[in-house]
C-alpha cells in the first residue's frame, strides 16, 4: 500500500470514528431505551411520569449512595423464581395497569417505603410472613390467593414483582423463601414470582422516578 493510500485510509477511519463520538454525545435527553425520554402511567391510582432525571448534576440519593453494605443476594434466590432489571420491571409496571393480574410490591418495612419508594407500587413488608394468619391476610388482599378454610388456592395468584433495598436487602428474599410463612413456604408458585434485584439502589443509581423525600 502506498504512503498516500495509508494516509487516506487513516483519515477515513478517523472520520468514521469522530462520527460516532458525535453522535454518540449528541443525545438531547438520558433515555430509558433507545428512543425513549417517558412513559406516562397510572398504577394503582397513582399518576406520574416515568423517566430519568435529565440533570447532568443530580446525583444518588444519600440513602444509597454508599457502598458500606452488607454481602450482595445471589442472582437466582430459589429455583423458579426470575429475576429481573430496570427494562424487564418497567414492562410489569406497563402491563400492571391495566392487567390486574401483575402487583408491584415493595416488600420493605414501611419506614423505607415512607422515605423513597418506586411509584406506583404496592408495600407489602416482608415481616407480614413472620406470622401465618397476617401472611394469607395479605396474600387474600394484594396478590390473588383464596383462602377456602385454610386450604389456599394459587389458581388466581398474581405476578407478583418484588424489589426492596438493592443487591444486598435481604428483605425480598426473606419474603420469598426465608421468613417462616414466606410465599415459597405457603405454596405460591415460584414462576409467578420476579425479583427485582437492583432495588431501590440500582432505580436510583440511574435517576429514575421517585415518591418519597429521600431522607
Known amino acids: 500500500m502506498t504512503i498516500l493510500k495509508k494516509l487516506l485510509t487513516a483519515s477515513a477511519i478517523f472520520a468514521v ?3 460516532s463520538v ?3 454525545g449528541d443525545s438531547k435527553f438520558v433515555p430509558i431505551s433507545k428512543g425513549v425520554k417517558s412513559i406516562e402511567m397510572n398504577l394503582n391510582g397513582e399518576k406520574f411520569t416515568l423517566m ?6 443530580n446525583t444518588i440519593s444519600e440513602l444509597y449512595n454508599t457502598t458500606n453494605r452488607g454481602a450482595p443476594q445471589p442472582m437466582i434466590i430459589a429455583p423458579g423464581v426470575e429475576t429481573v432489571g430496570e427494562l424487564e420491571f418497567i414492562e410489569y409496571m406497563k402491563k400492571a395497569q391495566t392487567d390486574k393480574s401483575i402487583a408491584i410490591i415493595d416488600s420493605r418495612k414501611p419506614g423505607w417505603s415512607a422515605k423513597l419508594r418506586i411509584p406506583g407500587s404496592i408495600n407489602v413488608p416482608f415481616t407480614n410472613f ?7 391476610e395479605w396474600m ?8 377456602n378454610d385454610g386450604k389456599l388456592d394459587f389458581s388466581e395468584a398474581k405476578t ?4 426492596c433495598n438493592g ?3 435481604g428483605q425480598t428474599p426473606a419474603m420469598v423463601k426465608k421468613a417462616k410463612y414466606s410465599l415459597l413456604n405457603m405454596g405460591y408458585p415460584a414462576e409467578k414470582i420476579k425479583y427485582y434485584r437492583g432495588g431501590m439502589q440500582a432505580w436510583t443509581s440511574l ?9
Open 130 to 136: 413472620n406470622e401465618k394468619e397476617t401472611a394469607i
Open 17 to 19: 470514528c469522530s462520527t
Open 207 to 215: 435517576g429514575f422516578t421517585v415518591v418519597g423525600s429521600g431522607k
Open 167 to 169: 443487591y444486598w436487602c
Open 140 to 147: 387474600e388482599d394484594e396478590m390473588g390467593v383464596i383462602d
Open 52 to 57: 430519568r432525571n435529565q440533570k447532568a448534576e
Open 160 to 163: 407478583v414483582v418484588l424489589y
Open 22 to 24: 458525535i453522535a454518540e
